[in-house]
């Protein structure tokens, strides 16, 4: 399927190579979209440069000598040729694929490749707090994206079974007595996990037992193993209960004791100490990194302890080996902290000549009052946030004229809308002080304003008697800009995802829903000449707001 705005842009592609040929230089064709100024920008300066001529003059030369199917004008303005989609042949065939795709619209071509997205990663010895919620909604928003975007998707969490925090959360259920302040087992057993801490760093007997815990859960004792996943489940069953919360579903749970026990990750230290790279001290077995540009303290890799047994980023070798027998490609969502571990990780599967993964490293959620740790107690918990979410939404939703009935349903869903597009507006790498006043804010760039808008949509539409085909041209200002942002859907679908940057997304719905509210204002719709060629515009937001918010993990609501 070819969109309007694509063959646009081959055709310019196109009319600027050969032009360019014609100076006896190669250029590399570079186009920029220019917010209200132009749909498509070719800058001249480079040309410029090697030919020795006057920017804007060279842009006056080849806007003079281009014209075609899809270009209604070219322009040379400051030393940029301004290109400009033919309005009318696209609007007919926007409308006529949107009608006709439906929810499909804006997919891209099937790639046949497959992707593992892994994301949450949490370890299961709490609830998910409000700092590290940005994880779980960057990888499921990453994972719909690339499906829209004509991938094979699935989604893994990493279980750390053998780890420091599940062997003291097991101690801590074993050994002390605590009153349920919650039905719910995650935020119940992180209680334990917190005084087993308080307790290991005081009492010496307590934190040699932890240790010897982790000892037999790292040198594979299955028996063991058994009796800490019949704890750590019930706390992961907390967790997916608030994924679903979040429209977040993990299509497989991956355990890092499986590499222990299938022997992959003893393969992997017997491979690596093999390399000229690999040094030893007794029985820890470590990678110089000094070759690869790390100094200082960080320069030794270990893969083992002193006593042999191995070391979580070991594990994680032999877990990104078996995944990628998997998949085409790997994708992981992690937190700015573990930059570090991560090219750990890169530099050993290179030296062991497997796939690398794709990185997204977030920075970090707060609240106002500053960070937040499980560790210590000092936390916001997602279920507590999105408690919180709903009963802010329902009083929000109870200004509106909607019935009793109908409020918990809408409230609901504009919490989830608020939270999620809240945090994934903001590009990955960017930190985010969650505030109420921004994420629940009806008229802002927030979920609210985007859902209402899809609302507005629905309401038009039920209000008309028209059939909503497009007829004519689209003549006023508001009309043309709304349909051109339209169109321009496909376009931001692949741009996100070459870039790994679902912020695109929210971005564009927000200004999808931007121009219907100019053009509503600016355009009357039922009752008017136009009405028939509106509803199609009606129409075509409504589906195109609807796909941007299923990328987005967000219900497009058809009442608010």
Same mark, same amino acid.
């Given at each position: 399927m070819k969109y309007p705005f694509e063959k646009f842009r081959k055709e310019v592609m196109q009319k600027l190579s050969d032009i360019i040929r014609e100076y006896g230089i190669e250029e590399e064709i570079k186009l920029e979209k220019p917010k209200e100024i132009a749909d498509l920008a070719f800058p001249c300066f480079s040309i410029a440069k090697k030919i020795k001529k006057n920017p804007i003059k060279i842009a006056e030369e080849i806007a003079g000598k281009i014209e075609g199917e899809w270009i209604e004008k070219v322009?040379?303005? *400051?030393? #940029? @040729?301004? &290109?400009?989609?033919?309005?009318?042949?696209?609007? %007919?065939?926007?409308?006529?694929?949107?009608?006709?795709?439906?929810?499909?619209?804006?997919? +891209? =071509?099937?790639?046949?490749?497959?992707?593992?997205?892994?994301?949450?990663?949490?370890?299961?010895?709490?609830?998910?707090?409000?700092? !590290?919620?940005?994880?779980?909604?960057?990888?499921? $928003?990453?994972?719909? +994206?690339?499906?829209?975007?004509?991938y094979e998707v699935r989604t893994q969490y990493y279980v750390d079974d053998i780890g420091k925090q599940v062997a003291t959360l097991f101690w801590g259920v074993k050994n002390l007595s605590i009153s349920p302040e919650s039905?719910?087992?995650?935020? &119940?057993?992180?209680? &334990?996990?917190? %005084?087993?801490?308080?307790?290991?760093?005081?009492?010496?007997?307590?934190?040699?037992?932890?240790? =010897?815990?982790?000892? !037999?859960?790292?040198?594979?004792?299955?028996? $063991?193993?058994?009796?800490?996943? *019949? @704890?750590? $489940? %019930?706390?992961?069953?907390?967790? @997916?209960e608030s994924l679903r919360n979040l429209n977040i579903n993990i299509d497989e749970f991956v355990k890092e004791s499986k590499f222990v026990l299938d022997g992959s990750t003893e393969e992997v230290i017997r491979k690596i100490e093999k390399s000229p790279y690999a040094g030893r001290e007794g029985k820890a077995i470590y990678i110089d990194l000094e070759s690869f540009g790390i100094h200082g303290r960080d320069k030794k890799f270990y893969l083992t302890r002193s006593d042999g047994t191995s070391l979580y980023a070991t594990r994680d070798i032999a877990y990104h080996i078996w995944k990628g027998r998997q998949a085409d490609k790997m994708i992981n969502v992690l937190g700015e902290d573990h930059k570090l571990e991560s090219k750990f990780v890169e530099i050993a599967l290179k030296l062991l000549n497997k796939k690398i993964p794709e990185v997204i490293f977030y920075s970090f959620v707060s609240l106002p009052e500053g960070k937040m740790s499980t560790r210590r107690g000092r936390v916001v918990y997602l279920d507590d946030l999105i408690d919180e979410a709903?009963? /802010?939404?329902?009083?929000?939703? /109870?200004?509106?004229?909607?019935?009793? =009935?109908?409020?918990? #349903?809408?409230?609901? !869903?504009?919490?989830?809308?608020?939270?999620?597009?809240?945090?994934?507006? @903001?590009?990955?790498?960017?930190?985010?002080?969650? /505030?109420?006043?921004?994420? +629940?804010?009806?008229?802002?760039?927030?979920?609210? &304003?985007?859902?209402?808008?899809?609302?507005?949509c629905c309401s038009i539409l039920k209000k008309s008697k028209c059939s909503g085909d497009y007829e004519e041209e689209y003549k006023h200002e508001s009309e043309i800009r709304l349909i051109k942002t339209i169109a321009l859907f496909p376009e931001v679908v692949k741009e996100g995802m070459e870039n790994r940057n679902p912020s695109i997304i929210a971005e564009y719905a927000y200004e999808v829903a931007s121009k219907f509210n100019a053009f509503y204002r600016d355009c009357r719709v039922i009752g008017s000449k136009e009405e028939k060629n509106r509803i199609a515009l009606v129409n075509a937001t409504r589906q195109v707001l609807r796909n941007s918010l299923y990328i987005l993990g967000i219900e497009a609501l058809e009442e608010m």
């Open positions: 322009e040379a303005l *400051k030393g #940029y @040729v301004n &290109f400009f989609i033919n309005h009318k042949k696209m609007a %007919k065939i926007i409308i006529k694929q949107i009608n006709e795709m439906g929810d499909d619209f804006g997919k +891209l =071509e099937s790639k046949n490749v497959k992707i593992i997205v892994e994301h949450t990663s949490a370890n299961p010895n709490g609830p998910l707090h409000i700092g !590290r919620a940005r994880n779980p909604i960057i990888g499921d $928003t990453v994972a719909r +994206l690339f499906r829209f975007g004509g039905k719910k087992p995650d935020h &119940f057993y992180v209680n &334990f996990y917190q %005084k087993a801490v308080n307790l290991m760093e005081k009492d010496e007997k307590v934190k040699k037992e932890i240790g =010897e815990i982790i000892d !037999r859960c790292e040198k594979g004792d299955r028996e $063991t193993l058994k009796e800490i996943e *019949k @704890v750590y $489940t %019930k706390v992961l069953e907390g967790i @997916v709903i009963e /802010r939404a329902k009083k929000e939703v /109870r200004k509106r004229e909607i019935g009793k =009935e109908k409020v918990e #349903y809408i409230a609901k !869903r504009v919490a989830i809308g608020a939270i999620r597009y809240n945090i994934i507006k @903001v590009r990955a790498e960017k930190p985010i002080v969650f /505030r109420w006043e921004d994420a +629940l804010n009806f008229e802002g760039q927030s979920a609210p &304003f985007i859902q209402y808008s899809h609302a507005r």
